[in-house]
């Protein structure tokens, strides 16, 4: 593959889960890519026989302050001398009922899966305006459609901001040639997912049999999901290069992945447009009357 057609990847949160499979996926494209983890020996024992001539380690904790961030990525475009697409994967799922977990669960919870995506896309932005071109991915989450869902709100509300985020970053960035992609994926079989304990800094016993029940929901699922990561990251790659079952189609702003994740984001449509429709003719009668202009 020639240098001009080679991208160069970076990303986060690769040691498991989607991370190492899109790792793996891009190595087998051709293309080179900058891994990075919390753990550096974690992430050795991930790749130990990958193709390291176009594979990097770099350790990254992206929950870190802004300036160490910036550091890390300075040293990751020092590597090859730029970066094509940056990929925000690393992230985790707080699980807390909201009085219990409150404020200082949120801001756990958004330190990594929102603070990260912005303190980590910023960094890498100003060498890909310098160059105007590069691709931005952000990989949210069905949950944000299915809020609902306890003791994962604190989760859902995490991936609803980061989704938020993308969209404005798509507007900012198009006058610069940089594309972003938001991937919402609904259930994969991934490491570990539901494996953090509920957090809970302010106990309310009456919440206990609702907080056991949905902890037990969610540990019945590991392991058990049909989605096949592997084949996502495929896709994915497929979607950033205009490749395989992406190739001749037009660029998207969401990436929705998964049966499951169709399911509940076009339910959630269709619940607020029934409720708009049912509301419309009084909520939006509320102008001023002509006679007062």
């Given at each position: 593959?020639?240098?001009?057609?080679q991208?160069?990847?970076?990303?986060t949160g690769?040691?498991?889960?989607f991370?190492?499979?899109?790792?793996?996926?891009?190595?087998?494209?051709?293309?080179?890519?900058?891994?990075t983890?919390?753990?550096?020996e974690?992430?050795r024992?991930?790749?130990?026989?990958?193709?390291?001539?176009?594979?990097c380690?770099?350790?990254?904790?992206?929950?870190?302050?802004?300036?160490?961030?910036?550091?890390?990525?300075?040293?990751?475009l020092?590597?090859?001398?730029?970066?094509d697409?940056?990929v925000n994967?690393?992230?985790?799922?707080?699980?807390?009922?909201?009085?219990?977990?409150?404020?200082?669960a949120?801001?756990?919870?958004?330190?990594?899966?929102?603070?990260g995506?912005?303190?980590?896309?910023n960094?890498?932005l100003p060498?890909?305006?310098?160059?105007r071109?590069?691709?931005?991915?952000?990989?949210?989450?069905?949950s944000?459609?299915?809020p609902?869902?306890?003791?994962?709100g604190?989760?859902?509300?995490?991936?609803?901001?980061?989704?938020a985020?993308?969209?404005t970053?798509a507007?900012e960035?198009?006058?610069?040639?940089?594309?972003?992609?938001?991937v919402?994926?609904?259930?994969?079989?991934t490491?570990?997912?539901?494996?953090?304990?509920?957090?809970i800094?302010?106990h309310?016993p009456?919440?206990?049999?609702?907080?056991?029940?949905?902890?037990?929901?969610?540990?019945?699922?590991?392991?058990?999901e049909?989605?096949?990561?592997?084949?996502?990251?495929e896709?994915?790659?497929?979607?950033?290069?205009?490749?395989?079952?992406a190739?001749g189609?037009?660029?998207?702003l969401?990436?929705?992945?998964?049966?499951?994740?169709?399911?509940d984001?076009?339910?959630?449509?269709n619940?607020l447009?029934?409720t708009?429709d049912?509301?419309?003719?009084?909520?939006?009668?509320?102008?001023?009357?002509?006679c007062e202009?």
């Amino acid at each position: 593959m020639g240098a001009m057609h080679q991208k160069i990847w970076l990303v986060t949160g690769t040691s498991s889960g989607f991370g190492k499979r899109l790792v793996l996926s891009i190595l087998a494209r051709g293309d080179c890519v900058i891994a990075t983890a919390r753990n550096l020996e974690k992430l050795r024992a991930t790749f130990p026989a990958a193709e390291r001539s176009r594979l990097c380690l770099l350790q990254l904790d992206v929950s870190d302050s802004a300036e160490v961030v910036q550091q890390r990525m300075k040293e990751a475009l020092s590597l090859w001398g730029r970066i094509d697409v940056v990929v925000n994967n690393a992230g985790y799922g707080v699980k807390a009922v909201l009085e219990e977990g409150g404020s200082l669960a949120a801001l756990t919870q958004f330190q990594t899966n929102v603070f990260g995506v912005l303190n980590v896309t910023n960094a890498v932005l100003p060498h890909m305006r310098e160059r105007r071109s590069g691709t931005v991915v952000i990989i949210g989450s069905r949950s944000a459609w299915r809020p609902e869902v306890s003791p994962a709100g604190l989760y859902a509300a995490s991936k609803a901001a980061v989704h938020a985020i993308g969209e404005t970053y798509a507007s900012e960035l198009r006058p610069f040639g940089i594309r972003v992609l938001i991937v919402a994926p609904g259930a994969f079989r991934t490491e570990g997912v539901h494996a953090y304990p509920a957090t809970i800094h302010n106990h309310v016993p009456a919440y206990d049999a609702a907080r056991d029940a949905g902890m037990a929901r969610f540990a019945a699922l590991a392991g058990h999901e049909k989605g096949d990561p592997a084949r996502a990251m495929e896709l994915l790659v497929d979607v950033v290069k205009g490749e395989g079952r992406a190739a001749g189609r037009e660029w998207p702003l969401w990436l929705v992945l998964g049966r499951d994740a169709y399911t509940d984001v076009r339910a959630k449509c269709n619940r607020l447009l029934k409720t708009m429709d049912a509301w419309e003719d009084v909520a939006t009668d509320l102008e001023f009357d002509s006679c007062e202009l």
